[in-house]
């Protein structure tokens, strides 16, 4: 069975290397509200950071990170001004959606300044593999195989993971019950 961490038990994990799910960047580096979920992983990230402790993250999830910020950002617009309704790929090319792009790749910038990028690539074997219906989406299963390949520890919010069985760190009360 896989392990389920729960955020205060960071200490016990010092040596261990750590996986960011998409939905946790967005708390640390896009979030517009402060609830619990920010403040957790927020203090999970500076501790983690000041343990010197191993994250990493995959182009998968950069990928997601950076077309989510894009997709808020174009819904919003869209609510404020419901007289000007256009087509997400027309946002993006609009004065206002090539800002979000730049402001989503600077945020990037950032997040790659502390956490490292594992560059691994699936063959086809490894794609066929993972081809299978469960709880999980296609991104949600790469996150998946790399955690399991690599022994990451993956840290996520997102329920969905619950009954895979890779090591897993959460805020996320539900993995615990």
């Excluded at 000007?84 to 945020?107: C, I």
């Amino acid at each position: 069975m896989a392990a389920r961490y729960e955020i205060n038990q960071l200490d016990e994990l010092v040596s261990e290397n750590f996986f960011f799910d998409t939905n946790i960047l967005l708390y640390l580096f896009y979030s517009h509200t402060v609830d619990w979920a920010s403040r957790s992983y927020s203090n999970l990230y500076m501790q983690m950071l000041n343990k010197g402790m191993k994250i990493f993250i995959d182009n998968t999830v950069l990928s997601e990170f950076i077309n989510r910020v894009i997709r808020i950002e174009y819904d919003s617009k869209m609510k404020m001004t419901p007289d000007n309704m256009m087509p997400f790929k027309r946002y993006r090319d609009t004065e206002d959606g090539q800002h979000t792009v730049n402001h989503a790749n600077n945020l990037v910038k950032s997040i790659l300044r502390f956490i490292q990028v594992d560059g691994e690539v699936m063959d086809k074997m490894d794609i066929q593999s993972i081809l299978i219906v469960d709880s999980l989406d296609y991104n949600d299963k790469i996150i998946e195989h790399l955690c399991e390949n690599k022994r990451y520890i993956l840290v996520t919010n997102d329920i969905d993971f619950k009954e895979s069985e890779i090591d897993i760190l959460s805020a996320h009360r539900g993995f615990y019950e």
